[in-house]
């Protein structure tokens, strides 16, 4: 009966030490490559069509308010936000007009 016993909990504390590691594992699974695999869905995000569009397009429309402000202290602000949001924007994209290319520099 004795022995029945300490068999069963050494089966007991061996199932639950091999939950215990697999669960490590997971951790450091996901410790290791979240980071890498967040990384890569940024940049597929960042390089997305409706990306493109929409920071062009928001762009745009804060080019239209800078122009549209009468005040300096306004004008400032704006041009600060836009620069900060062109940084890292490629302005070479094909949604990109022309218009607001000369703009970001003219800014710059």
Do not use: W
């Not at 007991?12 to 980071?35: R, T």
């Not at 940049?43 to 402000?69: C, H, I, P």
């Amino acid at each position: 009966m004795k022995e029945n016993f300490l068999t069963f909990t050494i089966i007991v504390f061996f199932i639950f030490f091999i939950g215990f590691i697999c669960q490590q594992n997971d951790l450091f699974m996901y410790k290791h490559f979240a980071p890498k695999y967040e990384q890569a869905r940024r940049e597929t995000f960042e390089q997305s069509k409706a990306y493109n569009e929409g920071m062009a397009q928001e762009l745009e429309k804060m080019m239209l308010d800078y122009k549209k402000s009468n005040s300096d202290d306004e004008k400032q602000a704006l041009k600060s936000v836009i620069l900060h949001r062109a940084a890292n924007f490629d302005l070479d994209s094909p949604s990109v007009s022309t218009e607001l290319r000369s703009f970001i520099q003219g800014l710059k």
